[in-house]
């Protein structure tokens, strides 16, 4: 692979072992790639240690948590055509990266390749690799299969594409904050594709509040739906995230949070072309078949 051709950027905050594990192995890959740290603010020794064992590491120090956010100032970094996302519990397979870049050159409409994910030390694949592989949207002249979203940590992107949108909301902070990005992409005419020979390996922190994504997951599929999809989506998103503040317990501090930020979603309000929403309502129906069962519970509405 020409060298300098992908970077992989890394978001961590507050995992210095993971996060050395995790650069250890993206070293050791034979592309090569130029890593690229986005440190969200890590009180513990996070930056000290990654720069002392890898010096070659660029540590991009955002000065406080920005969650999704904090990828933009490391893409900001980036001199490379394309860029590779990964969390500190994840890192790229061997060769993934080279194929990336043969896909990206070979398909200019491609905008976001997902890649396939393996979870914990026996590599199973992930239920939502298993639903992407499935989708039912039309891939002709694509190299793998069309989607309508894709994983934040587990992606390819144009460098270029990722600065048209704009990079990640930071009022979003983390969890969902890439629906918006993806129907960005697809109503500026770029596709989306699945791409198994692509591989992600993820081992899951256990330094997670699964509370709190579930709830930011809710609020910030709200906020997406009315600023981007017809008004019957946005009330159905919103009456899902009440339901689920209520099931937590946190109706009234997380209601209040996503009631107020209305406020500036309607203000930026702009739908996606009917294609687009044609697109998300053909995975909504295919999802719904009983064969999908299994899978598409493992996923939030309209997330591929």
């Known amino acids: 692979m020409p060298e300098s051709r992908i970077s992989v950027v890394v978001l961590t905050h507050n995992r210095m072992a993971q996060l050395v594990d995790t650069l250890t192995r993206l070293r050791a890959l034979p592309e090569r790639p130029p890593i690229i740290v986005a440190d969200n603010g890590s009180a ?29 100032l490391a893409v900001n970094r980036a001199r490379t055509d394309y860029v590779a996302f990964c969390d500190d519990d994840t890192w790229w397979q061997p060769g993934s990266l080279a194929r990336a870049v043969r896909l990206l050159d070979a398909y200019p409409r491609v905008g976001i390749l997902n890649a396939r994910i393996e979870v914990g030390v026996d590599g199973a694949t992930d239920p939502v690799s298993t639903v992407m592989r499935m989708s039912p949207l039309d891939a002709t002249g694509l190299p793998g299969p069309s989607l309508v979203g894709y994983m934040a940590g587990a992606s390819v992107m144009r460098t270029s594409v990722f600065r048209q949108m704009g990079g990640y909301d930071a009022r979003y902070f983390i969890g969902g904050e890439e629906e918006r990005m993806a129907l960005d992409v697809l109503a500026a005419g770029h596709a989306i594709v699945y791409c198994p020979a692509c591989t992600i390996s993820h081992h899951p922190s256990p330094l997670r509040d699964s509370a709190l994504r579930r709830r930011m997951l809710a609020r910030n599929a709200a906020w997406t ?12 998103a919103t009456a899902r995230a009440f339901g689920c ?12 949070a996503l009631l107020r930020g209305l406020k500036w979603t309607l203000r930026e309000r702009r739908c996606v072309p009917d294609r687009v929403v ?8 295919d999802a719904r078949a009983p064969r999908r069962e299994s899978s598409r519970s493992e996923l939030p509405q309209r997330q591929v």
Request: charged fraction near 20%; proline fraction near 3%.
């Open 245 to 256: 503040f209520r099931n937590e317990g946190t109706l009234w501090l997380d209601g209040f």
């Open 44 to 72: 513990d020794d996070t930056v000290r240690m990654a720069a002392l064992l890898f010096p070659d590491v660029t540590i991009v120090q955002c000065g406080a948590n920005l969650g999704a956010a904090g990828r933009n």
């Open 278 to 285: 044609a697109m998300l309502d053909a995975v909504r129906l």
């Open 225 to 236: 739906a009315w600023q981007r999809l017809p008004v019957m989506d946005a009330l159905r």
